[in-house]
């Protein structure tokens, strides 16, 4: 039986994540801080979960603490090493940026050298489609430059790809990025605005809406995002042979066995589409606040999702109105409402 470490395993992907690796026959260590970020209650039921599990097991503590991860890596041996552990959010990043030099910087720092002293077959480190920026061209592509990040949350994660690709030049480390996109669904983060617009329209109260609705985002269902990683890891990235070109299309490094590989749907809905979409779930109408845009936010994100298929062969195809229907059928039971 293999062994996989997973960082942030009581968050919202973590958990779809670990549920989906125990299927699969792997043994699971979690790792997560249970911060009180959003709700912790939340992250308490999710890991409850987990624990009926005879295969995982939980450990409570930050990927920042000394020495924790390299002592993990020591005593669990992980053949895999999903990385999701991170403070999320763009808005928060504004208010609070010292929270995610530490858990996003630090905390991939730990990580990476515990791995350079006790290597796993495959590291696979989430990343963003924050970390496009300002880019306008979309579809978004690994290829395209990503150099102009538009909030410090995508700055500190366009960081750990350029640290993930340094330890895998020189330590030979298979590292795999992957960039997500607007995940939603049941069990989802309270503070996405899925879970807010929801939760306004059922309590009647107005939602926010920015950019006065001028907003697109590629909405990928978790249980798509869930099958690519766990895809993912089967393909592990081998640095070139020397002389020997890139595939056309690859964002494989040339001088490491590393790559980014993007998973979104494929598809930019705009955000007044979106809301249409949980109105119809509810059965109700929302009342619209129309806000300008947020600082640190973009536009658009639109995933070309091409790499992702041609590794995998898969490609997430949820529409958004099926998944934001059993969103809401879960918040409707969890909250009893």
């Known amino acids: 039986m293999k062994t996989v470490l997973v960082t942030g395993s009581a ?4 958990f779809y994540l670990c549920t989906r690796l125990l299927k699969d026959g792997f043994r699971v260590i979690g790792l997560d801080a249970m911060t009180d970020y959003y709700d912790v209650k939340l992250k308490e039921r999710r890991q409850q979960m987990l624990l009926q599990h005879e295969h995982f097991k939980a450990v409570n503590d930050r990927v920042e603490a000394p020495d924790l991860l390299m002592s993990l890596f020591r005593t669990e041996s992980p053949d895999f090493v999903v990385h999701l552990a991170a403070q999320a959010g763009v808005r928060y990043s504004i208010e609070n940026p010292r929270s995610y030099l530490e858990s996003n910087l630090v905390g991939t720092f730990e990580l990476l050298e515990a791995a350079r002293a006790h290597a796993p077959e495959h590291m696979l480190l ?40 340094s330890y895998a ?56 995002l869930v099958e690519g990683i766990r895809l993912l890891m089967d393909a592990v990235p081998v640095r070139p042979e020397e002389g020997e070109p890139v595939p056309e299309g690859d964002s ?35 009342e619209r606040n129309l806000m300008p845009m ?31 229907a059993k969103f809401v059928e879960w918040y409707r039971d969890y909250y009893s409402v």
């Open 126 to 165: 989430a990343s963003t489609s924050s970390a496009y920026g300002a880019n306008t061209q979309m579809p978004y592509t690994e290829t395209d430059k990503a150099d102009h990040q538009m909030s410090f949350y995508a700055a500190t994660k366009k960081a750990t790809e350029s640290m993930a690709h």
């Open 294 to 324: 947020q600082a640190g936010d973009v536009p658009a994100t639109w995933a070309n999702a091409d790499l992702l298929q041609k590794l995998t062969g898969h490609r997430p195809k949820t529409n958004v109105r099926e998944g934001v």
């Open 169 to 224: 030049h020189l330590y030979h480390l298979p590292v795999t990025m992957f960039r997500f996109f607007t995940v939603y669904g049941p069990w989802g983060r309270p503070d996405m605005a899925l879970f807010k617009f929801t939760k306004a329209i059922l309590e009647g109260r107005p939602i926010d809406v920015y950019n006065h609705g001028d907003m697109k985002r590629d909405f990928t269902y978790v249980e798509d």
């Open 252 to 286: 494989l490094s040339p001088v490491a066995p590393w790559r980014v590989v993007n998973i979104g749907n494929s598809t930019s809905v705009q955000l007044t589409d979106f809301i249409e979409a949980i109105e119809t779930a509810i059965g109700k109408k929302a």
């Open 11 to 14: 968050g919202f992907i973590g």
